[in-house]
């Protein structure tokens, strides 16, 4: 399986040589023998040889294959590397008839964005913290030219690497990079998705600053963010975790995220969608059997986190960067 590849050199203000050594490391990362990491590559090659007749990116679940399109035998076995593939966090998924419930229904995210996105067709687009690819998939069906992902974890590098090769897709690249490395690519993204990432930067407003760099002017950026109620332009700071979660820096109100964008330098920020968030939409399934939303809230007063932080809304803003 190939894991990296010079697209870029078709992105005129990436930087062509330092990609280029990024990727000499991640193929020696990701072919060293070190036991975990020769497991991970071992479960996303072993079904390397299946590719997908029918895919269907525009459905709730992302679909990828049907039953009928592999044998019995390829079935079990796939079916068995998936869920050694756990914990599914992002999904679902249809892969070759296997329904993969995954810990978040995140086709419930892409709703609420759909009809607040610029056209995609033709686009480079940025998906931040893409997780295994979910959403990358849910764009593909829009036509981009290019979705490159930034996910600096390897477990979900791979699965995503599994998941695109069933695909056959050639538009979508997932680089094992963080936020912080956009500056690689110079201006080159139109559009950019900042989903479930700001709350985990200790310095949000520099955050914003390096993401808007990474765009082309008059490009669109969406973020999409857990936050805490309140009409005033604030932000919690908890004393080590928020809903049990450790690096978790600054919690905004919709209005202080919304005042971030704007100094960062984006112009038309809009504050779209806010919302509560349940146990419906996170929660523990048998393809995620640790702990999730539900064992984060106070189970006395659904309004505070177990902490007695003020419960997580999700809010979605879009901004543009100046043309
Ligand atoms: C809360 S999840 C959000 C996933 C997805 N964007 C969504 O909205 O559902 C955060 C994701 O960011 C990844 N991540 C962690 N550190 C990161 C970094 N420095 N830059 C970009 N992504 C990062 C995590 O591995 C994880 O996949």
Same mark, same amino acid.
């Given at each position: 399986?190939?894991?990296? +590849?010079?697209?870029?050199?078709?992105?005129?203000?990436?930087?062509?040589?330092?990609?280029?050594? !990024?990727?000499?490391?991640?193929?020696?990362?990701?072919?060293?023998?070190?036991?975990? $990491?020769?497991?991970?590559?071992?479960?996303?090659?072993? /079904?390397? !040889?299946?590719?997908?007749?029918?895919?269907?990116?525009?459905?709730?679940?992302?679909?990828?294959?049907?039953?009928?399109?592999?044998?019995?035998?390829?079935?079990?076995?796939?079916?068995?590397? /998936?869920?050694?593939?756990?914990?599914?966090?992002?999904?679902?998924?249809? $892969? @070759?008839?296997?329904?993969?419930?995954?810990?978040?229904?995140?086709?419930?995210?892409? *709703?609420?964005?759909?009809?607040?996105?610029?056209?995609?067709?033709?686009?480079?687009?940025?998906?931040?913290?893409?997780?295994?690819?979910?959403?990358? &998939?849910?764009?593909? !069906?829009?036509?981009?030219?290019?979705?490159?992902? @930034?996910?600096?974890? /390897?477990?979900?590098?791979?699965? &995503?690497?599994?998941?695109?090769? &069933?695909?056959?897709?050639?538009?979508?690249?997932?680089?094992?990079?963080? %936020?912080?490395?956009?500056?690689?690519?110079?201006? +080159?993204?139109?559009?950019? @998705?900042?989903?479930? $990432?700001?709350?985990?930067?200790?310095?949000?407003?520099?955050?914003?600053?390096?993401?808007? *760099?990474?765009?082309?002017?008059?490009?669109?950026?969406? %973020?999409?963010?857990?936050?805490?109620?309140? *009409?005033?332009?604030?932000?919690? @700071?908890?004393?080590?975790?928020?809903?049990?979660?450790?690096?978790?820096?600054?919690?905004?109100?919709?209005?202080?995220?919304?005042?971030?964008?704007?100094?960062?330098?984006?112009? *038309?920020?809009?504050? &779209?969608?806010?919302?509560?968030?349940?146990?419906?939409?996170?929660?523990?399934?048998?393809?995620?059997?640790?702990?999730?939303?539900?064992?984060?809230?106070?189970?006395?007063?659904?309004?505070?986190?177990?902490?007695?932080?003020?419960?997580?809304?999700?809010?979605?803003?879009?901004?543009?960067?100046?043309?």
């Amino acid at each position: 399986m190939k894991y990296t +590849s010079n697209y870029f050199t078709s992105l005129a203000h990436a930087e062509h040589q330092k990609l280029s050594a !990024h990727h000499d490391y991640v193929d020696k990362r990701v072919t060293s023998l070190k036991r975990g $990491i020769k497991a991970l590559r071992h479960k996303a090659e072993l /079904l390397q !040889h299946l590719k997908a007749c029918h895919l269907d990116l525009n459905g709730d679940a992302v679909t990828i294959g049907t039953r009928d399109e592999i044998s019995d035998e390829e079935y079990d076995l796939l079916y068995t590397n /998936l869920k050694d593939l756990n914990p599914w966090r992002k999904g679902p998924f249809n $892969i @070759f008839g296997i329904d993969i419930d995954a810990e978040w229904r995140s086709n419930r995210k892409w *709703d609420r964005l759909l009809p607040h996105l610029p056209d995609l067709a033709g686009k480079v687009i940025a998906d931040v913290g893409s997780n295994n690819g979910y959403y990358m &998939f849910r764009m593909a !069906h829009h036509k981009p030219k290019l979705v490159v992902g @930034f996910e600096p974890y /390897l477990n979900h590098f791979f699965v &995503f690497h599994m998941l695109r090769q &069933f695909s056959g897709l050639t538009n979508l690249e997932m680089e094992l990079l963080g %936020v912080e490395d956009m500056g690689l690519f110079g201006p +080159s993204f139109d559009v950019v @998705f900042l989903m479930g $990432i700001l709350y985990h930067r200790i310095s949000p407003l520099e955050c914003l600053k390096e993401v808007r *760099d990474s765009m082309t002017p008059g490009g669109t950026l969406i %973020v999409e963010s857990q936050a805490i109620p309140g *009409d005033q332009p604030v932000a919690l @700071f908890p004393e080590e975790r928020y809903a049990k979660v450790p690096g978790t820096y600054f919690v905004p109100t919709g209005l202080c995220l919304q005042n971030w964008m704007i100094r960062a330098g984006f112009s *038309d920020v809009e504050l &779209f969608c806010s919302h509560e968030m349940n146990s419906e939409e996170q929660r523990r399934t048998e393809w995620m059997e640790f702990e999730s939303y539900s064992d984060f809230i106070d189970p006395q007063d659904h309004t505070k986190t177990v902490e007695g932080y003020p419960a997580p809304l999700r809010v979605f803003l879009k901004g543009k960067k100046p043309a």
